[in-house]
């Protein structure tokens, strides 16, 4: 899709509301993960807790963004999600920042520019399905790879992600999800750790089976926040099992503490 344009993302199309709550005085912010959009979170919407709002960042070349470039590296898409997590940091409700796979990287990544950049942190930020960045991109974490041919990226998404059956019957929807996948891949493969930490309580999730994260994932993460920290292995593989993925937010200990107090400049306005 190279003849797209690059407007760049206004708020209203880069920061997509999945679920307001009524009353909300809290939010979860979810990143996404390489070749995913905000679709996987839909269903969470179902299992939030009282007063919590779902919001997803919506990555460029995608959904509402569509007619947008892809990022063309990982300090763009940083960029990009930062600016998108800004205009939640804004207000006065907490939220919580989570991501998965890819997206615990740029969750931590984003957390770190808004600390840098004197913004509100979240409350919590939860890393789900991802090594700890301080070791760079290793070998173990370009899974899947850009050499890798299209089927057998169709075939990592369909045995390892969220890739609906139907979409694999669909040749339209076959290349829009080879093109999503191979442009995040890019992205993903100009990742460097600019050795920041960060001083928010941090959740790691990981899958028993996950062939992608190490048993050591949990104790490096710990290394990486001055705040408290814990790990949740969790049944399943790189998106544990469909259940499990379903209920996630049940797992997010942030979220199962008591909703602060409302403030006047809630989420759900």
Known sequence: MSGRSAPGG???????????????????????????????????AA??????????????????????DFADSWDALAEDSARAVRAVAATDAPYVL???????????DVATRLAAAGDRLPEA???????????????????????DPDDGL????????????????????????VELMRA????????????ARTTVPLQVLSG??????????????GTLTTAAHRHDVLPGGHFYTPEVWRALPERIAALGAPAPAPSTAGLSG
Do not use: I
């Not at 009353?23 to 979170?41: D, N, S």
């Not at 989570?98 to 931590?108: C, D, E, N, Q, V």
């Not at 028993?208 to 993460?221: I, K, L, S």
């Open 98 to 108: 989570f991501g998965h796979s890819m997206g615990g990287w740029m969750a931590f």
């Open 184 to 195: 995040d891949l890019k992205v993903r493969d100009t990742f460097g750790y600019s050795g």
């Open 154 to 177: 169709l075939g990592w998404m369909s045995t390892h992600g969220l890739l609906p059956a139907h979409v694999l019957g669909d040749e339209d929807l076959t290349e829009m999800a």
């Open 10 to 44: 206004a708020p209203d199309t880069a920061l997509v509301a999945l679920h307001r709550a009524e009353g909300a005085r809290r939010a979860l912010v979810c990143l996404g993960f390489c070749g995913g959009g905000t679709a996987a979170y839909h269903a969470w």
């Open 208 to 221: 028993a089976d996950d062939p992608v994260v190490g048993d050591d994932a949990g104790a490096r993460w």
């Open 47 to 68: 299992g939030l807790p009282p007063a919590t709002d779902l919001l997803a960042v919506c990555y460029p070349g995608r959904e509402g963004r569509f007619a947008e």
């Open 125 to 147: 930020l939860v890393v789900s399905s991802c090594n700890a960045p301080d070791r760079g991109l290793t070998e173990r974490d370009r899974f899947p790879a850009q050499a």
